[in-house]
Nanobody, 125 residues
Framework: QVQLAESGGGLVQAGGSLRLSCAAS????????????MGWFRQVPGKEREFVAA????????RYADSVKGRFTMSRDNAKNTVYLQMNSLKPEDTAVYYC??????????????WGQGTQVTVSS
């Protein structure tokens, strides 16, 4: 199971930008980070965790939730064992704790690992 850590969250005004990072600190023996499909998720207290974005290891194909299309961009740097989420034109509705995880595929985004601490994103109006 890959071990991940999120970072890059913070406080920003509506319309601003943030870039989140998700770094793998450990990759199972015999595996490479580039072979994992990866996903970003977010959650607010009392509500269900929701899918935000995903990226595949094949051709780095991406998929986004309708609520963030055109505003968020996911990318990966396999040499650094890291995936990113560039968030532009942020809205107060984007306020949440953001998590990353390895996923089975970018269509169903079934998580393969355990959830970490996440990183808090707060967007003020």
């Amino acid at each position: 199971q890959v071990q991940l850590a999120e970072s890059g969250g913070g406080l920003v005004q509506a319309g601003g930008s943030l870039r989140l990072s998700c770094a793998a600190s450990k990759v199972p023996f015999g595996r490479t980070f580039s072979s994992y499909n990866m996903g970003w998720f977010r959650q607010v207290p009392g509500k269900e965790r929701e899918f935000v974005a995903a990226i595949a290891w094949i051709l780095s194909t991406t998929r986004y939730a309708d609520s963030v299309k055109g505003r968020f961009t996911m990318s990966r740097d396999n040499a650094k064992n890291t995936v990113y989420l560039q968030m532009n034109s942020l809205k107060p509705e984007d306020t949440a704790v953001y998590y990353c995880n390895a996923i089975k595929d970018i269509q169903t985004w079934v998580p393969l690992g355990s959830w970490g601490q996440g990183t808090q994103v707060t967007v003020s109006s």
